[in-house]
């Protein structure tokens, strides 16, 4: 990728900081010529990726999230990695309404990703950590 800008951050798996990786990156993709409905959809991917990190990556015991995003003049790369139990099924995982804690949870935070995010790809060892990098394609800029 041919990079123009990007920010790494790390933060403690605190719940609070899902609202804080939230409003981050919207504000990072503002400087990107997004429609505020493509800026929503990134807003729901990064929250799902880390509530993923906090809720299942450690259990919430305490751990560190890292959020990186970069761009180039074709895609805005997001990749939320934590250093956690990781996923032992990556497949199933993925699954519409797969969780393993069904008396909390719907199992549509990885579908939803996938939905709303042009490309995904998850890397994950157990009991080393999960990494979730997502794209999304930008429109050529007319002019
Ligand atoms: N970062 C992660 N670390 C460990 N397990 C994860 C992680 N992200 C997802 N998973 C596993 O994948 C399952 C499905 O995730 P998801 O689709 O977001 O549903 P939910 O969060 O509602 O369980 C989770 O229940 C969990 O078992
Ligand atoms: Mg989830």
């Not at 996938?114 to 995904?120: C, G, I, P």
Request: aromatic fraction near 6%; include cysteine; glycine fraction near 4%.
């Amino acid at each position: 990728m041919d990079c123009k800008n990007w920010i790494k951050i790390e933060f403690p798996s605190e719940s609070v900081n899902v609202m804080f990786a939230r409003t981050t990156i919207a504000v990072f993709a503002s400087q990107l010529e997004l429609t505020l409905d493509e800026i929503e959809d990134i807003k729901v991917a990064v929250s799902e990726a880390v509530s993923n990190a906090v809720i299942h990556g450690y259990r919430n015991t305490r751990g560190i999230v890292v959020l990186e995003a970069k761009y180039s003049e074709t895609e805005l790369e997001i990749c939320v990695e934590d250093f956690g139990h990781g996923i032992p099924d990556i497949a199933q995982a993925k699954e519409a309404s797969f969780t393993t804690i069904p008396e909390e949870r719907m199992g549509l935070g990885l579908v939803f990703i996938h939905e709303l995010m042009d490309q995904v790809s998850i890397i994950s060892e157990v009991d080393q950590g999960t990494k979730v990098i997502m794209t999304k394609q930008l429109n050529a800029i007319a002019n």
